[in-house]
């Protein structure tokens, strides 16, 4: 909670809450009972108050959110209550002032958020699962053209890859799924 209101000043420093924060996340890995302390402790809610305040340290709350909620209905309700849409959907736009950090980690920082919205419709229901339904709907459906601008981004990405496969390997058969 310490870097919660300030940056690490030096490498040092940085170092010291990346293995924080991946500690954390090894903790969370597949561990129910585990999810439910740190939930218990608050700690859905440092971490969204550390995604809103955009310090260095919002990549690495995300991913611990994602890791939090992971298959765990009880987290995923606990991060709603916790006014978590609004942090992690302002994340997800790329709104306001990003971090240097956040810039260079975007791909995996992106794979974080859509895990954490996934996770969240497949655990909510009720009240929670319209409340998230709703975040699509706000602004002209500009969220869904998100999305369909990443995967945009990422299918291009995945065609040149295997572009480039295919003329480095030019003795390999198809595969039977590309017949």
């Not at 606990?78 to 302002?90: E, M, N, R, T, W």
């Given at each position: 909670?310490?870097?919660?209101?300030?940056?690490?000043?030096?490498?040092?420093?940085?170092?010291?809450?990346?293995?924080?924060?991946?500690?954390i996340?090894?903790?969370?890995?597949?561990?129910?009972?585990?999810?439910?302390?740190?939930?218990?402790?608050?700690?859905?809610?440092?971490?969204?108050?550390?995604?809103?305040?955009?310090?260095?340290?919002?990549?690495?709350?995300?991913?611990?959110l994602?890791?939090?909620?992971?298959n765990?209905?009880?987290?995923c309700?606990k991060?709603?209550?916790?006014?978590?849409l609004?942090?992690?959907?302002?994340?997800?736009?790329?709104?306001?002032?990003?971090?240097?950090?956040?810039?260079?980690?975007?791909?995996?920082?992106?794979?974080?958020?859509?895990?954490?919205?996934?996770?969240?419709?497949?655990?909510?229901?009720?009240?929670?699962?319209?409340r998230?339904?709703?975040?699509?709907?706000?602004?002209?459906?500009?969220?869904?053209?998100?999305?369909?601008?990443?995967?945009?981004?990422?299918?291009?990405?995945?065609?040149?890859?295997?572009?480039?496969?295919?003329?480095?390997?030019?003795d390999?058969?198809?595969?039977?799924?590309?017949?």
């Amino acid at each position: 909670a310490g870097y919660r209101k300030r940056d690490p000043d030096s490498l040092d420093e940085v170092e010291f809450v990346e293995n924080l924060f991946n500690c954390i996340c090894s903790t969370l890995t597949n561990n129910k009972s585990e999810q439910d302390s740190f939930a218990a402790a608050d700690g859905l809610q440092l971490m969204v108050t550390m995604v809103r305040k955009k310090r260095y340290t919002l990549a690495a709350a995300l991913k611990v959110l994602n890791y939090a909620i992971l298959n765990s209905p009880a987290n995923c309700q606990k991060l709603i209550d916790a006014s978590g849409l609004k942090a992690v959907f302002k994340a997800f736009m790329g709104r306001g002032k990003t971090s240097k950090k956040l810039k260079k980690e975007l791909e995996a920082t992106e794979e974080h958020i859509l895990i954490i919205i996934v996770q969240l419709f497949t655990n909510l229901s009720d009240i929670r699962y319209l409340r998230l339904l709703n975040k699509f709907r706000e602004n002209g459906y500009e969220k869904i053209e998100r999305l369909v601008e990443l995967h945009e981004k990422y299918f291009a990405r995945l065609e040149a890859s295997e572009k480039e496969w295919k003329d480095s390997h030019p003795d390999q058969e198809e595969d039977e799924d590309e017949r």
